[in-house]
């Protein structure tokens, strides 16, 4: 016998006791609200070189038709929030959330694992899990939900402990109990748009892609950064936390204690100079199953040599 209720409140006890942080439900339905201001921030060409974001632009706001028979949309969030930073503060700098193991893989995991338990805990639940790995607006559903509401820099803001969290989803062919959307608490604060060194911030939730930190350090394919960010990069070799840094609703954060997210010794130890020298081997080393394997080697040392600490002479 169906029971969205009960079923909510065994789904979320699942996801609490595998880590999860946070658990909302939303109804499966066509997201209407988010359509034209997507549509506009596309035609503006603010995502930059990421084509895939105008890819599935249907499925990219409708759930259901990303997996057919999809009656609920679960968010849930994982936080990656540590206060150990690398040693050396002239060193070029990691986001934080790439310290240890890939995010997707440990996420998907538990999942799969939540997956599993759900179908033997409620019955048969067919759906699919998503990790940063679908064409699907994940704040968006997490706002829809009540885990939070869109910062000013379109991040997702939980009011009891911040940002630094990943989000992933879960589409179920069952229909659960949906959470209500909480307020907006960004008020007149703009502490986020004023420390991007880029101006990426450029409007309320709106960003420039293109213009991002993340973007230019991950992203970007080409050759070389544009020479306009030469003194803008902050010493970010991957990624950027500033506009979390800054916010104050991260004041109350709290330290993860996921092991695989933990990051090695040795890349927390890591020299100015060390970086500057870097090898492709010990690349292999420090970032085996890391997010910053994406760069490749060839892409974290075009970083390197373009901040402004070790930009080469012209």
Known sequence: MNNPENHSQILKR?????????VGISKAER????????????????HGEMSYMANHFDKRLD???LEEGTKSVVSLMYNYYSETKQADNDAPKISSYAYGEDYHFVIKDKLKTLLHQINESIGTVHGRVFVDSAPILERAWAKKSGLGWIGKNSMLIN???????????????????????????CGTC??????????????????????CISYLTIELK??????AYSDQMDNWMFGCD????????????????????????????????EWIHLNESTFKVLFKNSAV?????????RNIDFIKPFQKHQ
């Open 222 to 227: 080409d050759e070389i950064i544009p020479s």
């Open 242 to 273: 500033i506009c979390q840094e800054v916010c104050p609703w991260n004041r109350f954060s709290a330290n993860h204690n996921e092991e695989r997210f933990k990051p090695k010794e040795e890349l927390l130890n890591m020299t100015k100079e």
């Open 14 to 22: 699942l996801a609490y006791d595998l880590g999860f942080s946070f």
């Open 63 to 65: 759930p259901t038709l």
């Open 31 to 46: 997201l209407t609200e988010e359509e034209k201001p997507l549509i506009d921030w596309l035609d503006s060409g603010l």
């Open 293 to 301: 394997k994406r760069t490749k080697f060839k892409g974290l040392k």
């Open 159 to 185: 009011k009891t402990q911040g940002s630094f969290f990943f989000l992933a989803e879960m589409l179920l062919d069952i229909p659960l109990q949906p959470d209500g959307p909480i307020k907006d608490y």
């Open 190 to 211: 703009t502490k986020c748009i004023d420390a991007c060194p880029t101006n990426a911030i450029i409007g309320d939730r709106v960003v420039d892609g293109s213009k």
